[in-house]
C-alpha cells in the first residue's frame, strides 16, 4: 500500500493529497477524505482557514474524492462539526470517533451522515484531525478504524518531521544571511559599499 511510502515524503501538499486517496481505495464504500491542519500553510499555498473559536483557527488542508463530482471545498469549512469542537475543547479525541448526522454541507451532497474522524497528534499536542466518509453504511469496520489509526499516528509524525525541517532550514537560511553581512562589514572600509552589500545579502534572503 502507497499510503507508508507517502507519509515519508517531505513535501506536505503532495503527502496529504496521498493519504487521502490510498485511503478512499482501501476504505469500503469511502467516498471523501479530508483533513485540518492547525498549522499556518506553507508560503506557496492557500488553504481555507475555518474560526473555531476566538482563538483557534483550524485550515483545511487537503480534500479528496472517490466520486466523479465531489462537493465544493465550501461544504467542509462548517465550524459546527462536533470533530472541529473536540479538536479545540478540553476533551480532544484520543482514538478515533464516528460522528454522526455530521452538519457539514458536502456531506449532504453526498448523502453521507456519518465519518470516521482521527487526530493527529505530535508531542501530546493536537495538530489537526484525518476525516473519511462512507457512503451508505455510516459503520466502519475494526480493520477500517485501526487502518485509519495506524495512518494517522503515521501522518502525525511525518508532519512534525516535515515541521522541524523547515524550521532548521529557516535557521540555517538566517544564520548565512549573518555570515554575509558580517563579512560585507568587515571586508570593507567604504560605508557605503557595505550597506550596498548588505542590502544585497538581505534580499537574497528574502526571495
Not at 470516521?116 to 499536542?125: E, G, I, N
Not at 518531521?161 to 554575509?180: C, F, M, P
Request: with cysteine; proline share 6%; glycine share 6%.
Amino acid at each position: 500500500m502507497a499510503v507508508s511510502a507517502a507519509v515519508t515524503s517531505s513535501a506536505p501538499e503532495k503527502l496529504l493529497g496521498t493519504v487521502l486517496e490510498e485511503l478512499l481505495e482501501a476504505v469500503e464504500g469511502g467516498v471523501l477524505g479530508w483533513i485540518y491542519l492547525a498549522q499556518d500553510p506553507p508560503d506557496n499555498l492557500i488553504w481555507p482557514a475555518i474560526s473555531v473559536s476566538s482563538e483557534q483557527t483550524v485550515y483545511l488542508a487537503a480534500v479528496r474524492t472517490a466520486v466523479r463530482r465531489g462537493p465544493g471545498v465550501a461544504g467542509l469549512t462548517c465550524p459546527d462539526c462536533p470533530c472541529l469542537r473536540s479538536f479545540v475543547g478540553a476533551d480532544p479525541l484520543l482514538k478515533y470517533s464516528v460522528i454522526d448526522h455530521c452538519p457539514q454541507p458536502a456531506l449532504s451532497e453526498l448523502s453521507v451522515s456519518a465519518h470516521a474522524s482521527v487526530p493527529l497528534v505530535a508531542k501530546d499536542r493536537p495538530v489537526g484531525l484525518l476525516n473519511i466518509a462512507k457512503a451508505g453504511s455510516p459503520s466502519f469496520s475494526t480493520i477500517e478504524l485501526l487502518l485509519l489509526q495506524t495512518i494517522g499516528r503515521q501522518l502525525s509524525i511525518a508532519l512534525e518531521n516535515a515541521r522541524l525541517i523547515g524550521e532548521t532550514q529557516a535557521r540555517l537560511k538566517e544564520q548565512q544571511t549573518l555570515l554575509e553581512v558580517s563579512y560585507s562589514v568587515n571586508s570593507t572600509l567604504d560605508l557605503h559599499e557595505a550597506i550596498r552589500r548588505i542590502a544585497r545579502a538581505v534580499a537574497r534572503a528574502l526571495s
